[in-house]
């Protein structure tokens, strides 16, 4: 009897292990590199008949591992066409997790091709023994011609976050409108209504250092006269991204060549912050303090869910982090902490106590994170008879509160 449960331990084990050593590579799997590519520009657009055709190609990697060698390959079909072979692959190279990479492929489009979408595929691997990944994009080439007379413009331009930081994700919403006031609008003696169509919408980066990260609108249906549209796009910022003003280009085509149009699209981009400053004197006596800290948000829109986490060996602070919620533009707010040392110092030990400060806050859907760090107090202890003369004396006790440095990082999401 024994024996027979020693042989079925042993067995329980080496399936549990054989189980171990296949799941291994299961699991890292799910969370290795994985790549999405989308067309983030057509030009022309729409494409020419029996011209060259110009497709911006974006890869994402939006997996949790490194992709050590991309490929991106563009398989043609009927009626586009490669000069030559050899132009259907190109190699980006190394990508880590959330960075994007563009390449440029050239087509040309068929001299009897006709009106209309068509699809071309797009296959991306992640390295040179990867299998693989294929997508189907569609193409619009030509543009139909209608009678109408709408007119489609701008009416309005909102991004959320209202100014990115560099490394920040949101979005670029646009409001299109049919300018026209009546149903029909009589010219040269014939008739026409005032329908205003979209065949089609693009928002291309004229900035290094911004991303698009969606495919063109297409076929957006009629709107009537007054009528209005929303076209949200999302967008990224790099991290190396310059302070200041980028521009997109947004494009719009109408009833016709006639009734296309350009639209300039500015984002702009800043990294100033939260910044956290000392109030008063940094300074435990007998171990025991309440210190105050003030908050400012210097950057030119409300952050959201800001919070204020201070840190210190040998001390523990009340509360352990100070929520204070939204911080509008320019917007100060004092906090206090009581500070209280631990074992390791007691209430009698003198000297300098290291410390910092971390605010957390949002700037949409993006966190970040700011440390003020060497920032300094001091422990200093007194008996109950020498209270009223360390009072007197306290003029003549020089705090080193040396300049904060206030560096900038960016937590992962």
């Known amino acids: 009897m024994e024996m027979i449960k020693k042989i079925t331990v042993a067995t329980l084990f080496s399936l549990l292990l054989?189980?171990?050593?296949?799941?291994?590579?299961?699991?890292?799997?799910?969370?290795?590199?994985?790549?999405?590519?989308?067309?983030?520009?057509?030009?022309?657009?729409?494409?020419?008949?029996?011209?060259?055709?110009?497709?911006?190609?974006?890869?994402?990697?939006?997996?949790?591992?490194?992709?050590?060698?991309?490929?991106?390959?563009?398989?043609?079909?009927?009626?586009?066409?490669?000069?030559?072979?050899?132009?259907?692959?190109?190699?980006?190279?190394?990508?880590?997790?959330?960075?994007?990479?563009?390449?440029?492929?050239?087509?040309f489009v068929d001299k009897n091709a006709q009106k209309g979408i068509r699809s071309i595929d797009i296959r991306t691997k992640t390295g040179k023994n990867s299998p693989w990944s294929e997508k189907s994009f569609d193409i619009r080439i030509g543009t139909e011609t209608f009678k109408s007379k709408g007119t489609v413009e701008l009416k309005e331009v909102a991004s959320e976050p209202e100014v990115f930081m560099p490394g920040d994700r949101g979005t670029v919403t646009?409001?299109?409108?049919?300018?026209?006031?009546?149903?029909?609008?009589?010219?040269?003696?014939?008739?026409?209504?005032?329908?205003?169509?979209i065949q089609a919408a693009v928002l291309k980066p004229l900035s290094d250092g911004i991303i698009v990260l969606d495919a063109p609108y297409e076929d957006m249906g009629i709107l009537g006269p007054g009528d209005s549209i929303?076209?949200?796009?999302?967008?990224?910022?790099?991290?190396?991204?310059?302070?200041?003003?980028?521009?997109?280009?947004?494009?719009?085509?109408?009833?016709?060549?006639?009734?296309?149009?350009?639209?300039?699209?500015?984002?702009?981009?800043?990294?100033?912050?939260?910044?956290?400053?000392?109030?008063?004197?940094?300074?435990?006596t007998n171990g025991e303090s309440t210190i105050e800290f003030d908050v400012a948000n210097t950057h030119p829109n409300e952050f959201s869910s800001v919070s204020i986490k201070p840190e210190a060996e040998g001390v523990t602070f009340y509360p352990a982090e100070y929520f204070i919620g939204p911080m509008n533009q320019d917007e100060l707010f004092t906090i206090e902490f009581n500070a209280v040392a631990d074992n390791s110092w007691g209430t009698s030990k003198e000297g300098e106590i290291n410390m910092s400060l971390t605010a957390n806050y949002n700037n949409g859907i993006n966190r970040h994170a700011n440390t003020v760090g060497d920032l300094k107090f001091i422990n200093i202890s007194e008996s109950p008879e020498s209270n009223s003369t360390a009072v007197l004396a306290g003029g003549l006790i020089i705090i080193s509160v040396p300049a904060a440095l206030l560096f900038y990082r960016r937590r992962k999401q």
């Open 18 to 107: 054989i189980f171990l050593l296949f799941a291994v590579p299961a699991s890292a799997a799910v969370g290795g590199a994985n790549l999405k590519v989308t067309i983030v520009e057509t030009n022309p657009y729409p494409a020419k008949i029996g011209e060259y055709l110009t497709l911006t190609v974006q890869v994402e990697n939006i997996g949790g591992d490194k992709a050590d060698n991309v490929d991106i390959e563009v398989v043609p079909q009927y009626p586009f066409s490669l000069d030559s072979e050899t132009n259907a692959l190109q190699n980006v190279g190394a990508l880590n997790p959330g960075r994007t990479a563009t390449k440029e492929f050239y087509l």
């Open 174 to 197: 646009v409001t299109l409108i049919n300018t026209a006031s009546n149903p029909t609008v009589t010219i040269d003696g014939s008739d026409f209504d005032t329908n205003a169509r």
């Open 230 to 284: 929303k076209l949200t796009f999302n967008v990224k910022v790099a991290e190396d991204a310059p302070e200041g003003t980028h521009n997109f280009e947004l494009a719009i085509e109408g009833n016709s060549f006639d009734y296309n149009s350009r639209k300039n699209i500015p984002l702009k981009v800043d990294s100033s912050n939260i910044r956290v400053i000392p109030s008063k004197e940094l300074q435990l």
